[in-house]
């Protein structure tokens, strides 16, 4: 092994724990793929069409495709979600649905691009989001998970 692998000297087999990142990203793009072709959803849906108290603060604009590709500018949010909040995710009416559409994008404050909003990556919002989309797409209310 190099000097600094982090690989078990023995090598990998089916005991072996590994660090998997980002990996319910691409499961979640599945659900919303599927989603779209069902004729649940369109990516070029804006989510206030589905979801209409997001639509405040900014973000009336905003599309299922913007939150897909980390465009909403939603990457953190200003008020502190709790365990709670994430157990109870898939009440529509919940904390974790007020906290999000409450939240204001973020954009640029000064310099040529004021006001604009770059490509951010929503490592832990953008499930959360996703899943409160789905909720309200689909006629079963399931989330990503279900």
């Known amino acids: 092994?190099?000097?600094y692998s982090t690989a078990p000297?023995?090598?990998?087999?089916?005991?072996t724990l590994q660090i998997v990142y980002s990996s319910t990203k691409a499961m979640a793009a599945t659900v919303f793929a599927l989603a779209a072709d069902r004729g649940l959803l369109a990516y070029d849906d804006k989510v206030a069409k589905h979801w209409p108290e997001f639509a405040q603060n900014g973000k009336e604009g905003i599309t299922i495709a913007?939150?897909?590709?980390?465009?909403a500018g939603l990457q953190a949010f200003d008020e502190a979600i709790t365990l709670d909040d994430t157990e109870l995710q898939a009440d529509p009416s919940g904390n974790m649905s007020r906290i999000i559409a409450a939240q204001k994008p973020w954009a640029w404050r000064g310099g040529p691009d004021e006001g604009l909003t770059p490509r951010i990556y929503h490592a832990i919002s953008r499930g959360f989001i996703l899943n409160q989309i789905l909720l309200r797409a689909d006629p079963q209310r399931r989330t990503i998970g279900q």
């Open 1 to 3: 092994l190099p000097k």
């Open 9 to 15: 000297a023995e090598g990998y087999d089916g005991d």
């Open 66 to 71: 913007d939150v897909l590709r980390h465009d």
